[in-house]
């Protein structure tokens, strides 16, 4: 089965609004971490955004925030306020276990297109 | 610091052909990885590392072979090129917080 799956391949939102990026995951083990990296077109992986699975409270780095639901295993990101410079893929990651610190699975994307 | 180098940025092969890409941090970070992307697909982990003289096979280790003689040094071998392996690949390194730094990636063809 596939440990992260996003299920829309691109994405289209008008500038300076709020997008809404899907991404669930599959796992058993109890501790995890759901991360989300942009990758623009220049191919660098730029890290966004860490939920732990033991969190309270939704990450939150400036404009992105991820929505984290535990019982639907949802960790949908969110960009407010829509810039030009974030259009890109963007990709969802799960890393397992409290000690496989760099064992990371990665969905397919979801490229993301802003419109001026 | 420079981060994680990769090397070199790009490079074809011929089919049978062997050779090996190159990563380093300097960064001092315990944890390293390999992962490839391929045409329109998320990265997928290829081997890693928890520290010097410790590697462990990720989801697709076939056709590669690593080692990890030194803290920042964890070359990728490719044992005899095929054209299934061209790809993006991504070296990465990390500690056990949540960000894993990337180089800049090697893009191989293999013909």
């Known amino acids: 089965a596939q440990k992260i799956t996003q299920t829309q391949p691109g994405m289209f939102v008008q500038e300076k609004e709020a997008v809404t990026l899907d991404c669930t995951y599959d796992?058993?083990?109890?501790?995890?971490?759901l991360f989300w990296y942009k990758q623009p077109s220049s191919g660098e992986m730029i890290f966004l955004i860490y939920?732990?699975?033991?969190?309270?409270q939704n990450a939150t780095e400036g404009r992105y925030s991820l929505n984290f639901q535990k019982a639907r295993k949802s960790a949908n990101l969110v960009i407010s306020a829509s810039q030009l410079g974030d259009s890109a893929m963007y990709f969802c990651?799960?890393?397992?276990?409290?000690?496989?610190?760099?064992?990371?699975?990665f969905g397919s994307g979801t490229k993301l297109n802003v419109k001026p | 610091n420079a981060g994680v180098t990769q090397t070199p940025k790009f490079q074809v092969l011929k089919t049978g052909q062997s050779m090996t890409l190159q990563c380093a941090q300097d960064?001092?970070?315990?944890?390293m990885s390999w992962y490839r992307q391929d045409p329109g697909m998320g990265l997928r982990l290829i081997h890693y590392?928890?520290?010097?003289?410790?590697?462990d096979q990720g989801e697709v280790p076939n056709g590669y072979n690593v080692s990890r003689s030194t803290t920042e040094d964890f070359p990728l071998r490719l044992l005899s090129a095929a054209p299934s392996q061209t790809s993006v690949y991504f070296c990465?390194?990390?500690?056990?917080?949540?960000?894993?730094?990337f180089g800049p990636g090697t893009r191989l063809t293999v013909t």
């Open positions: 990465a390194s990390g500690t056990q917080g949540p960000e894993q730094y």
């Open positions: 796992t058993s083990d109890p501790s995890y971490g």
């Open positions: 939920q732990g699975s033991y969190d309270q």
């Open positions: 990651a799960m890393r397992e276990g409290s000690g496989n610190f760099n064992k990371f699975y």
């Open positions: 960064m001092n970070h315990e944890y």
């Open positions: 590392s928890v520290g010097a003289g410790i590697t």
